[in-house]
């Protein structure tokens, strides 16, 4: 009997030490990794569920705030009592050990608030392989028309083309659609090179600038003080000032045809996505006749921004591009058709895939628990550290 109870106790004593040590290992890990974590990589999947508590949490500290300022505490009167001398009084120190708890339960709720907001960062995970894909390249216009009022909207017409290019993307999820994003004004930039990861390429878009300019002008006949594109959302860059879709156009062509996966092959059947207003300086005539002669075809995502009460269903007011892309077996796609990303997405599923090699594949990593484990510390902390600061200095004269 006592050798069981000692094999009992000796068992006991040496498991739980080992749970401990597991149990700090694990705390001592999600610390780490949260210090060495690079805030400017995060991005957050979900933030309503996180702004709707931030808000609510907001609402009652202001209305608690406001109970205590406007109204009189209970069992009190204004003529009783008697002035506390300062000695009596909580110095500054007390006051900030009293308040430390305060603050580690708002550190620990801000933490929680960030955790819902599903953060994660993006890594690259080495795969070989082949998988059947479509391969486009996206072709933003980001000129100054773009940061013009999209009628009777209040938003910016680039707004609008982002809205509607998110929501085709959307759409295509798990596809494997191999993509480039491109953004075009007076010049060409790719923003990167073909990829295949949805989620990826989904925020390189949703990041984006909405436009490249020399100089951020209202639209010619509206206020001069009226814009309607976020600061954030504009690139200053001096030698911008025009919308070139020729230059776009043929850049684009090249990089299709350096494509080391594709081997530059002439006959695989690709599509070129331009997302524009269609108020360009030139008409690409000859590098939309050299996109049909590659098997390029061309979409438009058409952000029109004409006048509706004009154009008809029987007689649209088409510009000329938009009419031209046609010509050379293209098609285009009003944003003002609530069918017209259906059809859009229609389109590139009537291509031929083809046939890619993989190495390298990016993946979400949640990191929701750096956040959570920071949180959970905080609260135990904070909250034996609140009953002992309650205890010692919470009575006061």
Not at 10 to 18: A, I, R
Not at 146 to 152: D, L
Not at 315 to 323: D, F, H, N, S, T
Not at 342 to 356: L, W
Request: negative net charge; charged residues 25%; aromatic residues 10%.
């Amino acid at each position: 009997m006592s050798v069981a109870h000692d094999l009992c106790a000796t068992g006991l004593d040496s498991f739980m030490p080992m749970e401990w040590a597991e149990f700090v290992g694990f705390i001592w890990a999600r610390a780490q990794e949260l210090v060495q974590t690079e805030f400017d990589q995060v991005r957050y999947g979900d933030i309503g569920l996180a702004l709707a508590l931030s808000i609510a949490l907001a609402l009652a500290v202001l209305l608690t705030v406001a109970r205590m300022a406007f109204t009189a505490r209970r069992h009190s009167r204004h003529h009783s009592g008697h002035a506390v001398h300062q000695k009596f009084q909580r110095g500054l120190w007390t006051k900030v050990l009293y308040n430390t708890p305060k603050l580690l339960l708002a550190l620990a709720v801000a933490g929680v608030a960030v955790a819902l907001s599903d953060p994660f960062l993006t890594a690259t995970e080495e795969v070989t392989g082949d998988v059947e894909s479509r391969v486009r390249i996206d072709l933003v216009d980001t000129s100054l028309s773009m940061a013009w009022e999209f009628p009777r909207s209040g938003l910016s017409r680039a707004e609008v083309a982002r809205e509607a290019h998110l929501r085709f993307l959307e759409m295509r999820r798990e596809k494997n659609d191999r993509v480039s994003l491109w953004l075009f004004s007076s010049y060409p930039y790719m923003v990167d090179d073909f990829v295949l990861d949805d989620e990826l390429y989904y925020f390189q878009v949703m990041e984006a600038p909405y436009a490249t300019v020399k100089i951020l002008a209202p639209e010619p006949g509206t206020a001069l003080d009226e814009f309607f594109i976020p600061p954030d959302k504009v690139r200053i860059i001096p030698t911008e000032g025009s919308t070139d879709i020729v230059q776009a156009l043929r850049a684009v062509m090249k990089h299709f045809d350096q494509d080391a996966a594709s081997g530059g092959v002439s006959d695989q059947h690709r599509a070129v996505l331009i997302v524009t207003d269609a108020d360009v300086d030139e008409i690409p005539g000859p590098e939309l006749a050299q996109l049909e002669q590659r098997n390029i075809v061309p979409y438009v995502i058409y952000i029109n921004a004409g006048d509706a009460a004009i154009a008809t269903p029987e007689a649209p007011e088409v510009p000329q591009l938009i009419a031209l892309v046609r010509d050379f077996g293209g098609d285009y796609f009003d944003v003002t058709d609530q069918d017209s990303l259906d059809r859009a997405y229609e389109a590139i599923d009537e291509q031929e895939a083809v046939r890619v090699e993989v190495s390298h594949r990016a993946q979400r990593v949640p990191i929701f628990a750096r956040f959570l484990v920071l949180s959970m510390l905080l609260l135990v902390v904070g909250i034996p550290a609140g009953f002992v600061a309650e205890l010692l200095w919470g009575t006061n004269p």
